[in-house]
């Protein structure tokens, strides 16, 4: 599988990078306790954190707001998925459990203050390319709603839009069948290539702890 960044990102954000995380032979099951403790002590955490701050104000997901800006997202109508988690959190309205790789996606995107997104590889037909979305580019999502990925972020395959980093398809979800994924780290475009690999490195070894497999990883 190849990934490309299209060319109108490229220019638009000439400083946009992405990383991907690809696992294999991995087993997605219920969250362990131990997983299931540490998302919901680090919400409690990050609610006495940021009680009295404004969720724009933490820099990485401003830097994710501006970028959303730039390729004609309004951020305060569609919000990145990272903001979107520490508004919940914000409210108290922590995350309900899905599976230990979705749960471990959300606990890594609140750490890194990021958007995530996990695909099963299985449900990805050929390449992917990152773009931005045009009118017709729609899916349901996994919220249950059919959206409109018309001028945001969003992750294509043969089949049409899967993933992007406000909103993901429900097609490309992961489940408990899933053996093979694919993991995309909507990188900070300020971010040092070296923390970046770091960043991965670290994510890449907490995935596999939980979920056995191998991972490779890479910065586009």
């Not at 490309?4 to 400083?15: A, F, R, Y």
């Not at 696992?23 to 006495?48: A, W």
């Not at 919220?143 to 001028?151: C, E, F, L, P």
């Not at 991972?215 to 586009?220: K, P, V």
């Amino acid at each position: 599988m190849e990934i490309q960044i299209s060319q109108k990102i490229k220019q638009l954000v000439n400083d946009f990078q992405l990383g991907v995380v690809h696992y294999q032979n991995i087993q997605v099951s219920e969250s362990p306790q131990m997983l299931k403790g540490r998302l919901r002590l680090f919400q409690e955490s990050l609610y006495f954190d940021y009680a009295d701050k404004k969720i724009t104000e933490v820099p990485a997901i401003n830097e994710w707001r501006k970028l959303f800006k730039t390729i004609g997202t309004d951020p305060s109508r569609y919000r990145p998925s990272s903001e979107a988690l520490y508004r919940r959190v914000q409210k108290q309205q922590y995350l309900d459990y899905v599976n230990s790789a979705v749960d471990l996606n959300n606990f890594l995107s609140l750490q890194y203050q990021i958007p995530l997104g996990i695909y099963d590889v299985k449900q990805i037909k050929g390449n992917v390319s990152i773009e931005i979305g045009t009118d017709q580019a729609t899916y349901l999502a996994i919220n249950g709603r059919d959206v409109s990925m018309a001028k945001k972020l969003v992750s294509v395959d043969e089949d049409g839009p899967f993933g992007s980093p406000y909103v993901d398809s429900k097609r490309t979800a992961v489940s408990t069948s899933t053996t093979d994924a694919l993991h995309l780290v909507y990188l900070q475009p300020s971010q040092a290539k070296e923390d970046a690999a770091q960043l991965l490195q670290a994510l890449a070894k907490m995935f596999t702890q939980i979920h056995g497999g191998e991972a490779t990883f890479d910065i586009y």
